[in-house]
Nanobody, 122 residues
Framework: QLVESGGGSVQAGGSLNVSCAAS????????MGWFCQAPGKEREGVAA???????QFYADSVKGRFTIVQEGVNMMYLQMNNLKLEDAAMYYC???????????????????WGQGTQVTVS
């Protein structure tokens, strides 16, 4: 089970951290990541990492602004700085069994999803 928290409202240029707490079977997971989905748009990868060797993925739009952090096997964070209006979306935490290092940002490779946390930027 994955549970996100920490979403909220922030002004453009501000910062926000979102958290993901994992429980249950966390050992049958190859990758974990953050995805976002804005109204009318498809879900897309924001940041992710491959558990085996720590390989990371960042969407081009967030490179240099967002940082994904893993803490043990049960916690994951997304630190978001210099937020832009276009970052506003529902953010989902996900864990995957089918992902590879080259597909870290592909939603279809993830089989376990949280309920999402809303990030609003104004």
């Amino acid at each position: 089970q994955l549970v996100e928290s920490g979403g909220g409202s922030v002004q453009a240029g501000g910062s926000l951290n979102v958290s993901c707490a994992a429980s249950g079977d966390t050992y049958s997971t190859y990758c974990m990541g953050w995805f976002c989905q804005a109204p009318g748009k498809e879900r897309e990868g924001v940041a992710a990492f491959y558990i085996g060797d720590g390989t990371q993925f960042y969407a081009d739009s967030v490179k240099g602004r967002f940082t994904i952090v893993q803490e043990g096997v049960n916690m994951m964070y997304l630190q978001m700085n210099n937020l832009k209006l276009e970052d506003a979306a529902m953010y989902y935490c996900a864990a995957g069994l089918l992902c590879t290092k080259s597909t870290l940002g592909v939603p279809g490779r993830y089989n376990n999803w949280g309920q999402g946390t809303q990030v609003t930027v104004s």
